[in-house]
């Protein structure tokens, strides 16, 4: 066995990188450099509508003045999109995708009575059950379950964890009708392909893993074990997101702050900083993840600079 640590940090380049997404960039980097192991980027682009060539360019460069540097190239989804294309020929070869032709209004009524924290798909088989005959608008893809169970490991879990899969209910689109890929399919794609031992994000991605977990295993590769982190939250309670002001480094940096001050910040959060000192990446590396405080549901920042 042995396999070697293969980490990754995925940001979707749709703003600058801020103080929630440097949380899970520096823990994913700190366990990928505590393993001996590689650490890599990969730009979640597959939304072109919301991605956008400058956030691309400016959170490469972040990392870089952060101190975070990728041992590959950096993957994008969008330079991965043939990819896409043969795993879905290949799947509908196989029998394992069905066209769906329900419209928005239809999947809002059956998503209406969700299971919270279960999983992320709510669906009722309908095109499954009767094959869309003649369609004037394009199909979206569906992957064709079955019921079953699927078992990853979750980091600081001593049981290894089981999720039930149902048939017809998480049969989710794996492509839309426009033709945009699923993004629990290219991010599965993408951890098999990369060949991903360990995926570490925030919490919130947690319900998703049973279903990225299936295509992984659909595409024959080994499923990385997760390691899901507390979100970073503001005084009320809300995640931290772009539309924050004061809490991206390039805000940090215009107020005259370093990056080791900012790292310094990310350890007095991760509760291994108390004085809140300024520390370099190479400090933080030298602290073993199990002593940081990450078996929280979240952790609340202070008010931004
Ligand atoms: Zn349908």
């Known amino acids: 066995m042995g396999t070697k640590y293969r980490g990754r940090f995925a940001p979707s380049p749709t703003g600058f990188l801020h103080l929630g997404n440097i949380w899970v960039a520096l823990i994913s980097y700190c366990a990928a450099r505590q393993a001996g192991g590689t650490w890599l980027l990969r730009m979640e682009d597959i939304d072109t509508q919301r991605c956008r060539e400058e956030w691309i360019a400016a959170i490469t460069e972040d990392l870089c003045e952060l101190g975070l540097h990728p041992d590959e190239v950096t993957a994008r989804q969008q330079e991965r999109t043939d990819r896409y294309r043969e795993i879905m020929t290949d ?60 078992r990853y490991v979750e980091h600081g879990e001593t049981e290894e964890q089981v999720r039930a899969l149902q048939r017809y209910r998480d049969d989710i689109v794996v492509q839309r009708g426009d033709g945009m890929y699923n993004y629990q399919f290219a991010v599965a794609v993408d951890d098999a392909d990369m060949g991903i031992t360990e995926v570490v994000r925030g919490n919130d991605l947690a319900a998703s893993t049973p279903l990225q977990v299936r295509f992984i295993r659909a595409l024959g590769a080994a499923v990385p074990s997760y390691f899901h982190v507390p979100l970073l939250i503001d005084r009320k309670g809300q995640r931290l997101s772009k539309r924050q002001r ?42 073993p993840l199990c002593e940081w405080q990450l078996n929280r549901p979240s952790v609340q920042v202070e008010d931004a600079i």
């Not at 910040?265 to 991760?270: H, Q, S």
């Open 91 to 150: 799947w509908r070869t196989a029998g394992v995708l069905y066209p769906c032709s329900c419209n928005r209004a239809r999947l809002q009524q059956i998503a209406s009575a969700p299971h919270p924290g279960e999983t992320v798909s709510s669906y009722d088989g309908h095109c499954r059950l009767h094959p869309p005959s003649v369609c004037t608008r394009p199909l979206s893809w569906r992957y064709a379950g079955e019921d079953g169970i699927v």
């Open 246 to 287: 004061g809490i991206t480094w390039r805000e940090y940096r215009a107020a005259g702050k370093s990056a080791e001050q900012l790292v310094g910040d990310v350890l007095f959060y991760a509760g291994v900083n108390p004085q809140r000192a300024p520390r370099t990446v190479a400090d933080a590396v030298a602290i």
